[in-house]
């Protein structure tokens, strides 16, 4: 059973920087998508960035290309989110996620994801 807790939301002015950290245990499958997605409220939930395990491939939707940076330590045990140059809009609850994927298929869709962290609150003014 796979855990996730994340920590390192806060508040930061507009143009400042955050890194977010979800640190994993209860590993059972050798590959995982593993993803940020945030929620604003009265909004859904969205992705913001994925990285595959098993080969360290990333991925990132429109908003976070060239501002956020997915990462993992070299044993797959804590996920990271850098974050730079934020802005207003960033302002969200932030959870990481986990799904197994032996061939590395990721998705953006937060319902195919098992395993959820209780998420970290990002503001930005």
């Known amino acids: 059973h796979v855990q996730l807790v994340e920590s390192g939301g806060g508040s930061v002015q507009a143009g400042g920087s955050l890194r977010l950290s979800c640190a994993a245990s209860?590993?059972?499958?050798?590959?995982?998508?593993m993803a940020w997605f945030r929620q604003a409220p009265g909004k859904e939930r969205e992705g913001v960035a994925i990285i595959y395990t098993g080969d360290g491939t990333t991925c990132y939707t429109n908003s976070a290309k060239g501002r956020f940076t997915v990462s993992q330590d070299n044993a797959m045990n804590t996920l990271y989110l850098q974050m730079n140059s934020l802005k207003p809009e960033d302002t969200a609850m932030y959870y990481c996620a986990a799904l197994s994927s032996f061939r590395g298929v990721c998705y953006w869709n937060a319902d195919r994801y098992n395993y959820w962290g209780q998420g970290t609150q990002v503001t930005v003014s």
């Open positions: 209860g590993y059972t499958a050798s590959r995982y998508c």
